[in-house]
């Protein structure tokens, strides 16, 4: 399999002199299997280049979108991806939803007229959305299963296995706290339920799910500094995002959901003190910060 990072920022877009190194645009990641079916995680901003890149090879398009939850920050992009307004091109969207709305219109409502000139209706490519909860699917012959992690809304982490190699990713996601939950609310209720019914360590949930994957694309948006000030907001400090990777025995970690405050040079700073803590602490996997243009092969 084939990852290459579109968009690697949270929240916002930082296009700027600071965020070159890095990207400044919001999540998208590109994964290809062994016979180049696709598969788009999340559609930020990034996926606008991505659509983009794909055009320019004269092709139809087939693919699956998923998507980690309808923020803004996730979705945004999708309006400006050009294989959307091609007739032949398919795309099927895939993504958690609540009860009164479902994630076709959680899709359509950012371009309701009053805020875009073009209705998801009118788009010329073949639209398919397909709800998940946690389980297990079959797309494009890869498995993919899926977890519910903290952060508000109805937020989901996808684990990604084709031909014995894994990639999990896990855009945004706050260490669980039994306290916080119950204090802040949040968070949908079955996504609470499901983490407080576990013994002990109810972040166990995420350990298992990443465990022995090849690559984890993991939220590090915090500090630990900047998280104490920040607890609720749904976002994970690079510390917490070093022990999801280690309890999960993975062998590579990607710090993924960087702050829009944060520039490339400190970025940079939180790399290299993520490397040290991996030596001081014996940790075995490897450490990247995601960039656009980034590519991975596992």
Avoid at 83 to 98: D, K, M, V, Y
Avoid at 100 to 124: C, G, H, R, S, W
Avoid at 230 to 255: D, M, Q
Wanted: glycine share 8%; hydrophobic share 35%.
């Amino acid at each position: 399999m084939r990852i290459k990072f579109w968009g690697t920022r949270g929240s916002i877009p930082t296009p700027g002199k600071s965020t070159v190194r890095y990207g400044g645009n919001t999540p998208c990641v590109e994964l290809r299997l062994p016979n180049d079916e696709l598969i788009i995680l999340d559609a930020g901003t990034g996926i606008r280049n991505l659509g983009d890149a794909l055009i320019e090879k004269g092709e139809s398009i087939k693919a699956h979108l998923l998507i980690s939850h309808p923020h803004w920050d996730h979705i945004q992009g999708f309006p400006f991806f050009k294989p959307a307004f091609i007739s032949g091109n398919e795309f099927t969207f895939i993504g958690g939803e609540t009860d009164k709305v479902t994630l076709q219109k959680m899709i359509a409502d950012q371009m309701n007229k009053i805020y875009f000139p073009v209705q998801l209706n009118e788009l010329k490519a073949a639209l398919k959305f397909r709800r998940v909860e946690e389980e297990e699917l079959k797309i494009c012959n890869a498995t993919i299963k899926t977890i519910y992690v903290n952060h508000p809304s109805f937020a989901i982490g996808y684990r990604i296995t084709h031909g014995g190699k894994t990639i999990v990713y896990i855009s945004d996601n706050e260490p669980f706290d039994r306290q916080v939950a119950l204090a802040i609310r949040n968070v949908e209720e079955v996504i609470i339920d499901q983490y407080s019914r576990v013994d002990g360590d109810p972040n166990q949930r995420i350990f298992d799910f990443v465990n022995g994957a090849d690559v984890l694309i993991h939220d590090a948006t915090y500090t630990p500094e900047e998280y104490v000030d920040r607890v609720g907001w749904g976002h994970s400090h690079y510390l917490f995002t070093l022990k999801v990777a280690a309890e999960g025995n993975v062998k590579r970690l990607i710090l993924f959901h960087h702050d829009p405050s944060h520039s490339d040079d400190k970025v940079d700073d939180i790399l290299k003190k993520c490397q040290k803590e991996i030596h001081n602490r014996h940790y075995k996997f490897d450490c990247l910060a995601a960039a656009e243009g980034l590519e991975l092969e596992i």
